[in-house]
């Protein structure tokens, strides 16, 4: 099979192909085909895999998670059974499924536990339920079980044009939150007007802090209740300022490079609650609550109550140009790696 194989750590967006010094990632045609390892293992032939800034830090060494090398990176993916251990009983050869994975999603055929897998609804498209699990389960995990936000609460989002950004500003309209979203350029600030942000601040040309509290007067708001933050550095430092009493910080990320200080001293006399979010390790400590929450947004999927957005598609050759698109955040949605159409899209859909 086809797989695409982390041999050293270095940078991704380097180009695959052509000579000179051994690349960080290299395309293996003859990659050995993962044999079912157990009764209930279930082997997918992969459809589409979704690109996540934390597989750009892992292929640095930057993660918090270092696998030995050498490894096939990639973690959320959708495909259709290819074959199933002699107990698996929720499954068949044929059905649509997606999942998340550690590792390994960035080839052909992956194999995983049934009760890891999830079935595609009728009417969600196969490639879309591959860019789900991570970004818009970190964002429903967060906001829902986390945070508890509620109808009628502010949310901030910053970063709001990536992945787990335009997630979690969905997920906020569709609990009735008064959702405030952060971007750069006109163009992603226009795509996230388009899906009915109550207020869009550019911080390529807005002042953050002043943009906000304007919205909130004419609003008659008292502040921000919520706090979503994959972005770090000053952004977070100016989001604060906005933050009322009693509100949530959501740490997701830092896609700024800088980890930001929060306070302890105003945090103790705001009130204010911190909640880091590691989706990842909820599989080790909750497994319930991902599940309940996957399946949850696939049915919101189904029923139009959010959309996937795919930004840029690549075939597993061109996976360097994938991670540029991440690396220069050029994406306004998700990036994804398509598998079984050997025909570039890399323009917006």
Not at 90 to 101: H, T
Not at 204 to 214: E, G, H, R
């Amino acid at each position: 099979m086809e797989a695409l194989v982390c041999r050293k750590l270095g940078d991704p967006t380097a180009p695959i192909s052509g000579g000179g010094a051994e690349k960080a990632i290299v395309v293996e045609k003859n990659h050995p085909i993962p044999e079912l390892v157990s009764p209930t293992s279930v082997r997918v032939r992969v459809k589409a895999t979704s690109l996540n800034y934390a597989n750009y830090l892992q292929i640095l060494g930057k993660y918090q998670e270092k696998p030995p090398l050498p490894f096939i990176p990639g973690s959320d993916y959708s495909g259709v059974v290819d074959a199933v251990g002699p107990s698996v009983s929720k499954f068949k050869v044929g059905d649509p499924v997606c999942s998340f994975a550690a590792l390994g999603s960035f080839a052909q055929f992956i194999v995983a536990d049934q009760t890891e897998l999830f079935g595609v609804p009728e009417g969600c498209d196969l490639v879309a339920a591959g860019a789900l699990p991570v970004a818009f389960g970190t964002s429903h995990v967060a906001l829902v079980h986390r945070a508890n936000l509620t109808s009628g609460q502010v949310l901030l989002v910053l970063g709001a044009a990536g992945g787990v950004g335009l997630a979690a500003v969905q997920i906020g309209k569709v609990v009735g939150a008064v959702v405030i979203a952060v971007a750069r350029g006109a163009e992603k600030v226009q795509y996230l007007k388009s899906l009915g942000v109550d207020h869009v601040v550019d911080s390529s040309t807005q002042n953050l802090i002043q943009s906000v509290k304007d919205f909130l007067k004419t609003r008659k708001l008292k502040g921000v209740d919520v706090l979503y933050d994959p972005v770090g550095g000053k952004l977070t430092k100016e989001a604060m300022k906005v933050l009322s009493w009693g509100g949530n910080i959501l740490v997701i990320g830092f896609a700024s490079g800088e980890i930001p200080v929060i306070p302890a001293n105003i945090a103790l006399v705001k009130n204010w609650t911190v909640h880091g979010l590691y989706w990842g390790s909820y599989r080790i400590h909750r497994p319930a609550v991902l599940e309940d929450s996957l399946k949850e947004l696939l049915s919101w999927v189904a029923r139009g109550l959010i959309t996937i957005r795919i930004s840029h598609t690549y075939r597993l050759p061109e996976a360097n140009l994938a991670f540029s698109a991440i690396k220069d955040r050029k994406a306004i949605g998700k990036v994804m790696l398509v598998l079984d159409d050997q025909t570039s899209v890399r323009s917006k859909l």
